[in-house]
């Protein structure tokens, strides 16, 4: 009932806007206007669209303007105003004319939302606005118990200049993101100018700034209490080690880290001297914006409850699978789900981390046809044969490229022999009586280089039988920019950015 009432409330809204009367209005749609509170409270929160910037022609400002019981209604709804965007783009006018809509507007919606109300503050404005006004601030004041904020700025002074005012709404922020585009940004100004030290609930940090990663003077706070972590922007080896050494409580990470050297890590690369166990963290993601350089980024970190790893690179270099502090990261832990997106990688070592790794229930893999035949090693042997390598795998997803090192020559039936193997369909009285130790699969996904569609279309009759009698199977194309554009996607912060409040 609600949905159905949503779009004439807004109508309703829109025709007292242009209505030269409010009498000749509400004379059509009265029964709308006297609907009770409960009603009219979850029927302006379905008003909502995606632009949540202060317009006067959408909700919730169009709301307000409609009759003063609904005004008054509508500024006791924080959900109406858990979200504000202030961008420059579409203002026409005047720059002190823009500033003066917004700060209003700023101040409305800080009163307006609450308290304990996840609240996510997007400003979207350019250095010339924030330059041409510089004492003037679109933070004062944050509102008061804060659970939730995000800021993403063009140009960082605003945030350096003014939030130091505004400690006192910080202390019960418990997720926050900060994004800065410029280059003239720097990791370093952000962490000396935002008071961290008041945000002493604060749990879940995102920081994407782009610009200069100057190597910062780190004080504990607010690393040390935080258990979800998000680094964007070719963050340097030294000012990642910094960081996750005092992370002591942390359970998930997201990073991007810049290596500048390439090929062979030598041991110890950048001086580490102390070991650190991160005993909470069970989902890791590096993604390396140069070389994978894997032990650089791992050297002396010890992850004993990790369940959930995610290696990406865009670049066409190769994981080095084979060595030991890599090793020591699939002996010591519990793996569930691996992936590992990347160019060419040598079957040999991803063999290596494959039989070591006998938790394992998901395999993520790009390489290239050269290294598929490590396939062939994934079928599921008799119990008479030897161990079955990874044998709880249910979920398979397999990216194969053609990188021209030689002649095309995936084996189409060697991939077939190695799914038949590991999954059958389980019948009432028998269930896996012959494989106790063998989980089956249950879901395939395989993407092949779009310049062989005839093995494509060969894989994917081969699975036809397969699917018929119930196994999840996909075969498609992909090229290598599309991998690409894939990769760099998985590099977007906001992706793993968008946490449940509830959590």
Partial sequence: MTTSLSSPVVSVSSEHET????????????????????????????????????????????????????????????????????????????????????????????????????????????????????????????????????????EVSQLTTHIHLHADGLASLERMRISISS????????????????????????????GRCVIPRLAPSPWTQLTHLVLGHDLSLVTWHEIIRYCTQLQECFVEISTPSLGLSVSNPIGIKDETTLLHLTDLTLLFSDAPDIVAAVEGLHFPAITSLHLECAYGSRFYLSLEPVQRIFRNAQLKSLTLRQGPQYAEDLLGILEITTTLDHLEVSCG????????????????????????????????????FDRWS??????????????????????????????????????????????????????????????????????????????????????????????
């Fill in 410 to 503: 995936f084996s189409s039936q060697a991939f077939i022999d190695t799914v038949q193997s590991r999954w059958w369909v389980v019948s009432d009285g028998d269930g896996d009586a012959q494989l106790p130790t063998v989980s089956c699969l249950k879901y395939v996904s395989l993407a092949i280089d779009d310049r062989h569609t005839d093995t494509q279309d060969e894989v994917r009759g081969m699975l036809v039988p397969l699917i018929a009698q119930g196994l999840h199977a996909d075969v498609h194309a992909i090229t290598h920019d599309d991998w690409l554009g894939q990769c760099y996607l998985y590099m977007d912060p906001q992706l793993y950015c968008d946490w449940d409040y509830n959590k």
């Fill in 19 to 154: 209505s030269t009367g409010h009498d000749n209005t509400s004379s059509r749609t009265g029964v709308i206007y006297h609907l009770p509170l409960e009603l009219l409270r979850e029927i302006f929160i379905l008003c909502l669209t995606h632009d949540r910037s202060p317009n006067r022609n959408v909700a919730p400002l169009l709301i307000c303007h409609v009759c003063s019981r609904w005004r008054d209604l509508a500024f006791s709804v924080p959900e109406l105003w858990n979200e504000l965007r202030l961008s420059y783009n579409p203002f026409k006018g005047p720059v002190d004319a823009f500033m003066r809509t917004y700060i209003d507007a700023t101040e409305l919606w800080f009163r307006c939302i609450g308290r304990y109300c996840p609240f996510s503050y997007i400003l979207d404005l350019p250095p010339k606005v924030i330059s041409h006004n510089a004492e003037r601030s679109f933070t004062s004041p944050l509102p008061p118990s804060l659970r939730f904020l995000a800021l993403k700025m063009n």
């Fill in 183 to 210: 280059d003239l940004s720097s990791f370093s100004s952000v962490m000396r100018s935002f008071p961290f030290g008041s945000a002493i609930r604060l749990r879940r940090l995102a920081l994407d700034i782009e």
């Fill in 369 to 404: 046809m050269e290294q598929a035949h490590f396939l062939s090693r994934l079928r599921c042997l008799p119990l008479a044969d030897g161990p079955t390598l990874v044998p709880q795998l249910t979920s398979l997803v397999l990216v194969v490229l053609d990188y021209n």
